[in-house]
């Protein structure tokens, strides 16, 4: 038999997970509580929307029988009602109604009201007041203004609340229910639980402890080396235990330590793997405007006595050094990590400049690009340079996409209270994102192109990321690939 020292050691670990759980059943009764106060919270709210949504369609539809059947002699002229009406209206229950108004339903048909008042105002404001009977005229066209744009978002607005008031109940009961459950299984259920888990853990390793033995056999094999099993056959033995264990781990440690060295060598190949593969794109890429300028040189050696070149072949020369330039550039910068020089910048001034450098390639395959910005200027702490490379070289992928005409859309959205971040928009109507390639989208050397390098998603991803932003490419439903990229900050201007 194990001592009783030994005992309590076992059994301390098992009464500490006990008391863990009491505690945990406790803050789980208590987050349940607090559940139910939310929807009390949020029935009272709803209650009270229902009732100013309520107010809100009475006066309207008071207004518009108002409208239809004008005071007669002794009674307020129809202009000073109406005016109260509104007044009644604008300042005090649709305000209130725009106050309690936390759903983007209840601020949609709000704003729907409110845009029905504004052209109410317009209107009555240049009623005539002069003819045989203009006032008549005009009333019935307001009325019906009111019962057109005013009164249904406010019978829709009414419903929305009652359905809202119907569910906060229904969430109540639910909540009411599982905090019977909960403060059940606090007081009972669980301290038994912890109870009976404690003993039969405590009985379980007894006999695992009395019965333990080690065998790693299969382990060694594998790495050569004979470890000898470590086996505990009576009580007497655990003294002893620790110290076959203290070898045992250090056998693995070593272990480790070879697995490690072996890692670190497979990680230096791959980056020789890496550089090689870089080296076989540049080569690739120079080769064949090196061709080209060689073979022209040749051909103006030719002849008794060289002759300088002809225009056309200068331009082909230039051209050509112009293309392993630019090959050169994007390498190097895939090669360096980016550093950015952010202050306040105008993304939609990037947008544009990157859109007017693009404009002449897309009239010439047929292109339109249409762009959806902002008014204004939307200033972000960025690096403009480095984003107007961004937005450059997923304009020249879209294009690359539409050889033949079609469709591009750019939409520049500021920052909002909920995400914080500004978002670029790109979309074409080309073919789409290949299967085969959509999984490696934004790795390097991965471009569906016979003579793309691959490199331009992964630098984008790269300069967008070291904002602090995110860069996502998706096929859009009805064909047509659809690039997104976001970068945070608020908006300056």
């Given at each position: 038999m194990l001592s009783r020292r030994l005992s309590l050691k076992l059994l301390a670990p098992t009464v500490l997970v006990s008391v863990v759980l009491v505690v945990t059943c406790v803050l789980v009764a208590l987050y349940l509580n607090q559940l139910h106060v939310d929807v009390a919270r949020d029935l009272r709210e709803n209650f009270a929307s229902m009732r100013a949504a309520d107010d809100l369609e009475t006066t309207v539809r008071e207004l518009i029988n108002l409208l239809r059947a004008r005071p007669r002699n002794g009674e307020k002229s129809a202009q000073q009602m109406v005016s109260e009406y509104y007044r009644s209206l604008r300042e005090d229950l649709l305000p209130a109604s725009e106050k309690l108004a936390n759903l983007d339903r209840e601020k949609d048909l709000v704003r729907e009201i409110r845009a029905g008042l504004d052209a109410f105002e317009v209107r009555w404001r240049s009623r005539p007041t002069d003819g045989p009977t203009p006032e008549d005229a005009t009333d019935a066209a307001l009325a019906e203004l009111l019962?057109?744009?005013?009164?249904?978002?406010?019978?829709?607005?009414?419903?929305?609340?009652?359905?809202?008031?119907?569910?906060?109940?229904?969430?109540?009961?639910?909540?009411?229910?599982?905090?019977?459950?909960?403060?059940?299984?606090?007081?009972?259920?669980?301290?038994?639980?912890?109870?009976?888990?404690?003993?039969?853990?405590?009985?379980?390793?007894?006999?695992?402890?009395?019965?333990?033995?080690?065998?790693?056999?299969?382990?060694?094999?594998?790495?050569?080396s004979e470890i000898r099993p470590v086996t505990l056959e009576d009580a007497r033995d655990l003294p002893d235990l620790h110290q076959q264990m203290q070898t045992v781990i250090e056998t693995i440690e070593d272990v480790v330590e070879r697995l490690q060295q072996r890692e670190r060598e497979v990680l230096r190949a791959e980056q020789l793997a890496a550089v090689g593969q870089v080296a076989a794109g540049v080569a690739h890429e120079l080769r064949n405007p090196l061709t080209s300028v060689k073979m022209l040189v040749q051909t103006g050696l030719e002849g008794p006595r060289p002759a300088g070149l002809p225009l056309e072949d200068l331009s082909v020369i230039e051209h050509e050094i112009r293309r392993?330039?630019?090959?050169?550039?994007?390498?190097?910068?895939?090669?360096?990590?980016?550093?950015?020089?952010?202050?306040?910048?105008?993304?939609?001034?990037?947008?544009?400049?990157?859109?007017?450098?693009?404009?002449?390639?897309?009239?010439?395959?047929?292109?339109?690009?249409?762009?959806?910005?902002?008014?204004?200027?939307?200033?972000?702490?960025?690096?403009?340079?480095?984003?107007?490379?961004?937005?450059?070289?997923l304009l020249l992928n879209a294009l690359d996409a539409l050889p033949h005409g079609g469709t591009v859309r750019v939409s520049v959205r500021g920052p909002t209270p909920e995400t914080n971040a500004a978002e670029v928009r790109i979309a074409d109507t080309g073919p789409g994102i290949a299967p085969k390639i959509m999984e490696r989208l934004f790795q390097p050397f991965v471009s569906s192109k016979e003579t793309g390098m691959g490199l331009g998603l992964s630098i984008s991803q790269r300069l967008v990321e070291a904002h602090g932003g995110t860069i996502s490419g998706e096929n859009a439903p009805d064909g047509g690939a659809v690039f997104t990229f976001t970068l945070p900050g608020e908006a300056t201007g």
């Amino acid at each position: 038999m194990l001592s009783r020292r030994l005992s309590l050691k076992l059994l301390a670990p098992t009464v500490l997970v006990s008391v863990v759980l009491v505690v945990t059943c406790v803050l789980v009764a208590l987050y349940l509580n607090q559940l139910h106060v939310d929807v009390a919270r949020d029935l009272r709210e709803n209650f009270a929307s229902m009732r100013a949504a309520d107010d809100l369609e009475t006066t309207v539809r008071e207004l518009i029988n108002l409208l239809r059947a004008r005071p007669r002699n002794g009674e307020k002229s129809a202009q000073q009602m109406v005016s109260e009406y509104y007044r009644s209206l604008r300042e005090d229950l649709l305000p209130a109604s725009e106050k309690l108004a936390n759903l983007d339903r209840e601020k949609d048909l709000v704003r729907e009201i409110r845009a029905g008042l504004d052209a109410f105002e317009v209107r009555w404001r240049s009623r005539p007041t002069d003819g045989p009977t203009p006032e008549d005229a005009t009333d019935a066209a307001l009325a019906e203004l009111l019962e057109r744009e005013v009164l249904p978002p406010c019978r829709k607005l009414r419903t929305f609340n009652i359905e809202q008031v119907g569910a906060s109940d229904r969430d109540n009961y639910l909540i009411v229910s599982r905090l019977t459950g909960a403060l059940v299984a606090v007081g009972v259920v669980a301290p038994l639980g912890a109870l009976l888990l404690g003993y039969f853990v405590a009985r379980g390793v007894y006999q695992s402890i009395y019965q333990l033995s080690v065998r790693i056999r299969d382990a060694a094999g594998r790495l050569k080396s004979e470890i000898r099993p470590v086996t505990l056959e009576d009580a007497r033995d655990l003294p002893d235990l620790h110290q076959q264990m203290q070898t045992v781990i250090e056998t693995i440690e070593d272990v480790v330590e070879r697995l490690q060295q072996r890692e670190r060598e497979v990680l230096r190949a791959e980056q020789l793997a890496a550089v090689g593969q870089v080296a076989a794109g540049v080569a690739h890429e120079l080769r064949n405007p090196l061709t080209s300028v060689k073979m022209l040189v040749q051909t103006g050696l030719e002849g008794p006595r060289p002759a300088g070149l002809p225009l056309e072949d200068l331009s082909v020369i230039e051209h050509e050094i112009r293309r392993m330039e630019a090959c050169i550039q994007t390498f190097l910068d895939f090669a360096r990590p980016p550093s950015s020089e952010r202050r306040p910048t105008d993304l939609t001034a990037v947008v544009r400049r990157a859109l007017a450098l693009v404009e002449a390639r897309a009239r010439k395959q047929d292109v339109t690009i249409k762009a959806e910005l902002p008014p204004g200027p939307l200033n972000l702490p960025i690096d403009g340079e480095q984003i107007h490379q961004v937005v450059l070289n997923l304009l020249l992928n879209a294009l690359d996409a539409l050889p033949h005409g079609g469709t591009v859309r750019v939409s520049v959205r500021g920052p909002t209270p909920e995400t914080n971040a500004a978002e670029v928009r790109i979309a074409d109507t080309g073919p789409g994102i290949a299967p085969k390639i959509m999984e490696r989208l934004f790795q390097p050397f991965v471009s569906s192109k016979e003579t793309g390098m691959g490199l331009g998603l992964s630098i984008s991803q790269r300069l967008v990321e070291a904002h602090g932003g995110t860069i996502s490419g998706e096929n859009a439903p009805d064909g047509g690939a659809v690039f997104t990229f976001t970068l945070p900050g608020e908006a300056t201007g």
